[in-house]
């Protein structure tokens, strides 16, 4: 079936780096956007990154533009999240979402068990 | 950015009512609205894709209607499986905006 699984998630100090993978199963990974979302404790979701099949196109919410970087190995299904520069903001389960994209339109399913990061000191 | 706005924040309903939740985008984005269910302490889940499209195995009592600006997600017969948060979000532009989300409650 279907899966997405998420890891590298922890504890970090305001400033550290942390990275983020998610290893896909059961379907054709590389044929795939595949994005990042995240959701702070008792918060909403927020979509933070995403990118496509050949990575030739990435994109990222202006929160964390400059700081995070989204990229996939094909080969290997995996997908990262490179952060960098941590706030306490960024707190959160991070999510790896796989991307259906049809006639312009987009929507996400599945997505894993998410992540979680903790930036404190 | 698309902001989305969802109505109510949270409602208390009990088993075998109809329950509607309003989501409202403040610009068009046609049909490209998508509706999530979540759990506590698990992932979302996709519950209605385009506005109105029912994805295999969600139960026939989900349905999503609207376009242009205005949405709304029914529930035609609450079940006790269905107490949960329920989060629209617009699949129209990046960068990809949820609504903040309705927590359905038992009464």
């Known amino acids: 079936q279907v899966q997405l699984v998420e890891s590298g998630g922890g504890l970090v100090k305001p400033g550290g780096s942390l990275r983020l993978s998610c290893a896909a199963s059961?379907?054709?990974?590389?044929?795939?956007?595949m994005n990042w979302i995240r959701q702070a404790p008792g918060k909403g979701l927020e979509w933070v990154s995403d990118?496509?099949?050949?990575?030739?196109?990435?994109n990222y919410a202006d929160s964390v533009k400059g700081r995070f970087i989204i990229s996939r190995d094909n080969a290997k299904n995996l997908l990262y999240l490179q952060m960098t520069s941590l706030r306490a903001e960024d707190t959160a389960v991070y999510y790896c979402a796989r991307d259906l994209r049809l006639s312009g339109q987009n929507w996400f399913d599945p997505w894993g068990q998410g992540t979680l990061v903790i930036v404190s000191s | 950015d698309i902001q989305m706005t969802q109505s109510p924040s949270s409602l208390s309903a009990s088993v075998g009512d109809r329950v509607t939740i309003t989501c409202r985008a403040s610009?068009?984005?046609?049909?490209?609205l998508n509706w999530y269910q979540q759990k506590p302490g698990k992932a979302p889940r996709l519950l209605i894709s385009a506005g109105s499209g029912l994805p295999g195995g969600v139960p026939a009592r989900f349905s999503g209607r609207g376009s242009g600006t205005d949405f709304t997600l029914t529930i035609s017969s609450l079940q006790p499986d269905d107490f949960a948060t329920y989060y629209c979000q617009q699949g129209y532009s990046s960068p990809w905006t949820f609504g903040q989300g309705t927590k359905v409650e038992i009464k």
């Open positions: 610009q068009s984005i046609s049909y490209y």
């Open positions: 990118i496509n099949s050949f990575s030739s196109y990435t």
């Open positions: 059961g379907f054709t990974f590389s044929d795939y956007f």
